[in-house]
């Protein structure tokens, strides 16, 4: 994301102009844009006009439009599949950056005077990637709402984690980067089984159909040049990942790929999963190669303190406390030592939390408080598999601190 352009004053009130430039940072102007806030991005408006005779001429018009939000709704790429027999990429291929592929939809009547809209119009805006998109908040901006912009246009971000799920003849390619886990593609191709199968031909056919059918979708789908990847992991259970592994190696030789060679040997992790379902993905985050190489980044964090808290929440169950009253109450007495709280509640959407900005104001206020305590606040992604799995539970957890008697 770019800072186009902020002025906020002392009294948190103004406005920040921000340029998205891929899906995590739709994602971000997801939970930075909230009811009521006023915003102003490119649109385009099916225009009428009457002639003097009667007839009317409609045409489509480019204008930038300001409107009050009512509604924000996200949507990220459907991952859609293929089979074997797509047509494979050129020999010697390079990997391309995914396109944006999420979606995001602000409605709301328009707030600004236009000569070609009437004050009061309802127009929904489709956010679109390098369009600039202004955001001011009437009630001012909070320390969540800031820290958000500020994180978003941090420099040199991007996927660090390229990971492919895999059973046999299916594979789903994966994006992992701070705040989301994006499945860019799926594929399946029917493998008969060894002992239904004359000698084992046609289960050796299948196999290899499956793994060219791998490895065209692995260069389109992995930006395995990009500098920020750290890690590009196969996981599966029993022993594909091996198979697969070995077949991109022998396949991208071939083909002389000398970049995708290079990349494989230097930053591949293959991983043990117990299913070849993304949600397998929490495994993947906990196992001891990936923590070692990623334990910086936020998600693989959001990982180890989730599971830090399960197993404490078997061995002492008492130091753990959910739901908003008994954590203010706690936040009050300051008896927390960590927070563990979800962006689902921070983000303008159809719950009844986050569409409250009263409510949303409690848990700012929260947050600033357990933060002013010295304590250590850990805010989930709902995107993340981590996050999914809080989500399950409950949104909001508390670990209190061991009181000193």
Not at 3 to 10: A, C, E, H, I
Not at 169 to 176: I, K, M
Not at 224 to 244: C, H, K, M, N
Not at 353 to 378: F, H, I, N
């Amino acid at each position: 994301m770019k800072l186009v352009g902020k002025y906020v004053d002392k009294n948190r009130s103004g406005y920040v102009n921000l340029r998205p430039e891929d899906d995590e940072d739709m994602w971000h102007l997801y939970n930075i844009i909230q009811q009521g806030d006023l915003v102003r991005a490119p649109a385009i408006r099916r225009i009428q006009n009457v002639s003097a005779t009667g007839s009317t001429e409609s045409h489509r018009i480019k204008l930038n439009l300001t409107i009050q939000v009512s509604r924000v709704e996200f949507s990220s790429s459907g991952a859609p599949s293929s089979s074997s027999d797509q047509a494979s990429s050129p020999a010697g291929s390079s990997s391309a950056a995914p396109t944006t592929t999420a979606a995001l939809h602000i409605s709301g009547p328009v707030a600004s005077e236009n000569r070609h809209v009437k004050m009061g119009a309802f127009h929904t805006l489709d956010i679109e990637s390098n369009r600039d998109v202004r955001i001011e908040k009437v009630d001012g901006w909070d320390s969540v709402a800031l820290a958000r912009v500020e994180e978003s246009c941090v420099p040199g971000r991007g996927a660090e984690v390229g990971a492919v799920v895999c059973g046999e003849g299916t594979a789903a390619f994966c994006l992992l980067s701070q705040h989301m886990t994006l499945v860019t593609h799926r594929i399946s191709v029917p493998i008969p089984r060894k002992a239904s199968a004359p000698g084992t031909s046609q289960y050796e056919k299948a196999m290899a159909r499956f793994y060219a059918t791998l490895y065209d979708a692995f260069v389109r789908h992995i930006p395995y040049t990009s500098p920020s990847l750290r890690a590009i992991v196969f996981a599966s259970p029993g022993w594909v990942r091996e198979g697969v592994f070995n077949a991109m190696v022998i396949e991208a030789g071939r083909r002389g790929d000398k970049t995708l060679s290079k990349t494989l040997r230097e930053k591949t992790v293959k991983v043990h999963v117990s299913s070849a379902h993304v949600h397998s993905l929490v495994e993947v985050l906990k196992s001891p190669e990936i923590v070692a190489q990623l334990k910086e980044t936020k998600f693989a964090r959001e990982g180890i303190v989730l599971d830090k808290f399960f197993k404490m929440l078997g061995v002492d169950e008492m130091r753990a406390w959910y739901g908003p009253d008994h954590v203010r109450l706690a936040a009050d007495r300051g008896a927390i030592g960590t927070l563990l709280i979800s962006d689902e509640l921070f983000r303008s959407s159809n719950s009844d939390s986050a569409s409250d900005p009263k409510l949303r104001k409690t848990y700012v206020e929260l947050v600033e408080g357990v933060q002013q305590k010295g304590a250590e606040v850990v805010m989930f992604s709902s995107m993340h598999e981590s996050g999914q799995r809080m989500w399950l539970n409950v949104l909001l957890y508390i670990v209190l601190m061991r009181i000193q008697s």
